[in-house]
């Protein structure tokens, strides 16, 4: 049997459940039951539940809009929450030079960046390096332009591998501090011992675990909120 781990994955075991093209723009609660808004379409749609286990991350959750508001402790970690900023920009090459030249195409650099190869098992001609940049250098490539962005980085893979640079074909890139659904690659402290549920609001995350900035995180923070929620009328 071969197994596939991602979220598309998930999703197929739960035909009809998953929503996309729908963000939340508001959450409300009463003693009744408790309501999420989002915007599907055009249009408003409101689902109602006795509970919600809220996985947003902290970095999206501040701009929506909750009523009645959380306490004030969790209104100052959900603002204070940082996220740590990434830059990944893909180059594809129509061949692998520093292969010949005896380099696997993997790499660190003092900016701080790591090179990665991550086609270097695929079988073909092509190849695409990755620049995985962190930090302030993540930023200082956010801040860039695309066009600019790529040839900075091509620049810098001569610079690393002379004679990569005329097999360019093309390229893209991804910076989480400018994704609208992260704004930020992961969260950089963890909440799990201070965070209480908001009533009917259960918050989940890798934020709210003992590893922030991991998967692992991610699913802690699940298996701990789906045991509140079933402890309810049973504690
Ligand atoms: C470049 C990079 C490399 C990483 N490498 C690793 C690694 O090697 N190992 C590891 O363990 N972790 C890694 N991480 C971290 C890992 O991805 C996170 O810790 C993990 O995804 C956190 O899970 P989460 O469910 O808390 O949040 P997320 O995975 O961010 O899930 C939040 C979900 O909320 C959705 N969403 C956002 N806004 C709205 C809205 N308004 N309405 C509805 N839905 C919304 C998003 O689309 C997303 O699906 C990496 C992260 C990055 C960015």
């Known amino acids: 049997m071969v197994w596939t781990f991602s979220p598309k994955a998930f999703a197929k075991r739960l035909p009809g459940k998953v929503i996309y093209k729908a963000p939340v723009v508001r959450i409300e609660q009463d003693a009744g039951g408790v309501r999420v808004v989002c915007r599907r379409e055009g249009a408003h749609q409101t689902f109602s539940a006795d509970y919600l286990i809220c996985a947003l991350p902290f970095s999206v959750l501040r ?3 909750i009523s009645p508001p959380f ?3 969790t209104r100052a970690i959900v603002a ?3 996220y740590g900023s990434v830059s ?3 180059l594809q090459m129509k061949t692998r030079t ?7 195409g993997f790499a660190v650099t003092d900016d701080p960046m790591e090179v990665w190869h991550p086609t270097h098992n695929q079988p073909g001609l092509r190849g695409i390096l990755v620049a995985y940049a962190c930090h302030g250098y993540a930023r200082r490539l956010a801040a860039m332009p695309e066009p600019v962005r790529l040839s900075h980085t091509l ?3 001569e610079r690393l591998f002379p004679g990569a640079r005329p097999t360019y074909e093309t390229g893209t890139s991804h910076c989480w ?3 609208p659904w992260t704004r930020g690659a992961w969260a950089e402290q963890s909440h799990w011992w201070g965070l209480s549920p908001e009533g009917r609001i259960h918050l989940a995350g890798d934020c709210v675990s003992s590893h922030s900035s991991w998967m692992q995180g991610a699913f802690e923070s699940a298996w701990r909120v789906a045991h509140e929620i079933n402890d309810i009328g049973t504690g």
């Open 71 to 73: 306490s004030a402790k």
């Open 155 to 157: 620049d810098r893979m």
């Open 80 to 82: 204070e929450m940082t």
């Open 98 to 104: 520093w292969e010949t030249q005896g380099w696997n």
């Open 88 to 90: 990944r920009v893909f």
């Open 177 to 179: 501090d400018d994704d």
């Open 63 to 65: 701009e929506v809009e």
